[in-house]
Nanobody
Framework: QVQLVESGGGLVQAGGSLRLSCALS????????MGWFRQAPGKEREFVARISRSGLATWHADSVKGRFSISRENAKNTVYLQMNDLKPEDTAVYYC?????????????????WGKGTLVTVSS
């Protein structure tokens, strides 16, 4: 059974930075593409970033491009989301997800496993 546990969320001022981590257990980490999604109050869950199994290919939503960066360390079974220049509109619960497809997907419905989320709050 795959388990995903996110960490690193918190309260930060606009312009600040946070790094989210997500650890996978129960299966071979390198067998999964990984993604980060977020959900703000009253809004649907949306794609933030994804990374292929190997880590050689990444994709980022236009809203975070140039500010956020996804990476992974297969030896540590961990995927990261470095978030810089945070804005109040980045406030959301951030979820880590695992996808058995080699390159992953930007669609929440395609993901196979989900973490419980970590809250990021950006104050103005």
């Amino acid at each position: 059974q795959v388990q995903l546990v996110e960490s690193g969320g918190g309260l930060v001022q606009a312009g600040g930075s946070l790094r989210l981590s997500c650890a996978l257990s129960g299966r071979t980490f390198s067998s999964y593409a990984m993604g980060w999604f977020r959900q703000a109050p009253g809004k649907e869950r949306e794609f933030v970033a994804r990374i292929s199994r190997s880590g050689l290919a990444t994709w980022h939503a236009d809203s975070v491009k140039g500010r956020f960066s996804i990476s992974r360390e297969n030896a540590k079974n961990t995927v990261y989301l470095q978030m810089n220049d945070l804005k109040p509109e980045d406030t959301a619960v951030y979820y880590c997800a695992a996808d058995m497809a080699p390159f992953g997907s930007s669609q929440p419905d395609d993901m196979n496993y989900w973490g419980k989320g970590t809250l990021v709050t950006v104050s103005s």
